[in-house]
């Protein structure tokens, strides 16, 4: 009797061992982390991309689950690309570690949906497009063009303020070709005998320019040809106030 009494203390401790064994290093280094890894599997082929890329980033040591974790990330990424959310989907992107080549499939989508915009004239929504991509992008040296194409829509349509506000947000690289854009649509009011226009435009031109000398000497050159055409045409009063707006 003493002797089954001793057996069953020995295997009540021998089992509380076990239990402790099991509990507090068997569970959770063996058997949850492959429940958790298995629940991340079925959540990645679910579609559920986000919670199965955290749940794997919390097993990193565990069979392949950091290369898993990548993996649920890009697809993340690729599904709110698809859905139109191109900021969340640069955030997945960078989380997933992806190829510049990856990330830069945002930017042109952002390049695309500003070119858009501008061609529809919506000049803010353009920019804030614009705004989005990545400052190393190969984009942004395009970014120039489209905006003085819109501003020159602007000019032609007389909303010289939509315009300027366009062309300063150009590079100084850009100013050479954007003063020769505001001296064109000057000789063009010039033309139209809208001397106001003609002035502001001149203006502009010359705020641009990085040789006022040559600038002015063309203004000029403008305004006296324009004077001798209303000369010729019999029309004195107009010559005069052309030849008082010389700079």
Request: with cysteine; glycine share 6%; net charge negative.
């Amino acid at each position: 009797m003493r002797k089954l009494f001793f057996v069953l203390i020995l295997m009540g401790a021998l089992l509380l061992i076990f239990a402790g064994v099991f509990a507090f290093w068997l569970y959770p280094s063996r058997v949850r982390p492959l429940h958790e890894y298995r629940d991340a599997v079925a959540l990645a082929e679910a579609g559920d991309y986000v919670p199965a890329a955290l749940q794997f980033e919390t097993m990193k040591d565990y069979a392949d689950s950091a290369e898993r974790a990548k993996r649920a990330w890009l697809s993340a990424g690729d599904a709110s690309f698809d859905g139109g959310d191109l900021a969340q989907a640069r955030t997945y992107y960078l989380k997933a570690g992806a190829s510049s080549e990856v990330l830069s499939k945002v930017d042109s989508a952002y390049y695309q949906l500003g070119v858009k915009a501008y061609a529809e004239n919506e000049r803010v929504e353009a920019e804030n497009c614009f705004s989005c991509i990545s400052h190393g992008s190969s984009y942004i040296a395009l970014l120039d063009p489209v905006r003085m194409s819109a501003a020159e829509r602007f000019l032609e349509s007389g909303d010289y303020d939509s315009a300027g506000k366009v062309f300063h947000l150009c590079g100084e690289s850009s100013y050479e070709e954007i003063a020769g854009i505001w001296l064109e649509c000057g000789k063009a009011r010039l033309e139209a005998s809208d001397l106001d226009s003609a002035s502001y435009c001149f203006a502009k031109a010359m705020a641009y320019t990085g040789d006022e000398a040559a600038m002015k000497s063309g203004v000029n050159s403008l305004w006296n040809d324009a004077a001798l055409a209303a000369r010729r045409n019999g029309d004195e009063a107009l010559a005069q106030k052309c030849l008082e707006r010389r700079l």
